[in-house]
């Protein structure tokens, strides 16, 4: 299988960086675009959903880990926003199935943010981005994929981080 290659690597050196990087992200997503979001605990997923959040019109503070809901619905911004994690579940391929929220891995409408997405891998859209998150001991290493996306849309997310002014790694 080919491994995509990353259109972009940058660094993060505090919280707030990291939700601005998010916020910057957010403006190049578009209807139907799914976000799965890789990293440990703590690495600065749900931080960078609030950034993507804040970027479609909702309050960052709205964000929280979805812990006892699978998933919180944020509607009535620029897009709606659905925001997932599937750390929790046992079963996740089959908890997804089961309960409706592969709608949600392959969006129609709006963009979908899933924490820890690839514990039901098979159930992610093909087509979308891969966000992984490192923990380095100054800050963050953020590598950005796109997966089976236009062109056009590569270039807008690497534009939009360039021109905010995070450094390439
Ligand atoms: N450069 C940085 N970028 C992101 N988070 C940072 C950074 N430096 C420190 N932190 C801290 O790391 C934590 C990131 O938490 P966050 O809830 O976003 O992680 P997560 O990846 O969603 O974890 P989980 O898998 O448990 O949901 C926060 O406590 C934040 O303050
Ligand atoms: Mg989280």
């Known amino acids: 299988m080919a491994t995509a290659a990353a259109i972009a690597k940058v660094r993060t050196y505090s919280p707030a960086e990291t939700q601005r990087l998010g916020q910057v992200f957010g403006q190049a997503l578009a209807a ?7 990293g440990d605990l703590g690495a600065g997923k749900t931080l960078f959903v609030k950034g993507i959040a ?12 979805p812990t006892f809901t699978l998933v ?7 897009l709606d926003l659905f925001h997932l ?13 089961a309960s409706g929220l592969d709608e949600y ?3 129609r409408d709006g963009v979908t943010a899933v924490e820890w997405g ?3 891998r098979e159930a992610l859209a093909a087509r979308r981005f891969d966000v992984a ?24 997310v690497r534009n939009a981080i360039r021109s905010a002014g995070f450094q390439a790694e």
């Open 133 to 156: 998150f490192e923990v380095l001991p100054d800050g963050r290493r953020v590598t950005f994929w796109a997966r089976g996306m236009e062109p056009r849309r590569l270039e807008a």
């Open 85 to 97: 994690d599937l750390y929790r579940l046992d079963d996740p391929l089959g908890d997804v199935e």
């Open 105 to 107: 891995l392959d969006p």
């Open 118 to 120: 690839e514990r039901a």
């Open 72 to 78: 919180h619905e944020h509607r009535g911004g620029r």
């Open 54 to 65: 804040r970027s479609l019109g909702y309050d960052p503070e709205d964000v929280q880990s």
């Open 32 to 38: 139907g675009d799914l976000v799965n979001l890789q």
